[in-house]
């Protein structure tokens, strides 16, 4: 078998070796695609046998220069990855979870981290039990993110809050 790349569509064709050197239709898209002569060549030359000291680099077998171009046309291979990856990563139908995930995020901010990390922790909460009730809207992560930022950052910030008016007090 020759592997010959489709010129108009990329498509990989396997030619047997008899149609070598004739020009055949492309079985994806029947665009004129012309076989080589010959087959390339098994593998690289035996260099150990070679009188050289130092022998180049064996130039790349032709078989890995296909790999370059996706194997099927790129406009059938980006559909199943664009619209089943955004939907998984992104809960666009869980609003609560996403607001409460960037508010999570954003809670690490001192003194801003506390009015962000309260709603966080209650959106969180929200999101979570949306989740759970539509289990298609797949906004669980953003969720727990939002829960764990937002309580972990009350805590925090509110402790630190807490700690600071009782020393101002008792400074006094
Ligand atoms: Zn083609």
Known sequence: MIEVECPNCHAKLNVPQQYAGQTGK???CGAAVTVP???????PPD???ADEPAPPPPP?????QPAAYPPYPPAYQARPSSAGGMDALIPTKNPNALIAY????????PCLGL??????LILGLKGLKFANEHPETKGKAHAWVGIIMGGLFTLIWGGLLIMFLVSAIAHQ
């Open 26 to 28: 492309c079985k994806g």
């Open 37 to 43: 002569a010959a087959a390339a060549p098994p593998g």
């Open 47 to 49: 260099w150990a046998l």
């Open 60 to 64: 790349m077998p032709p078989a890995a």
């Open 102 to 109: 960037y508010l999570g995020v954003f809670s690490l901010i």
């Open 115 to 120: 009015i962000l990390a309260i709603p966080a």
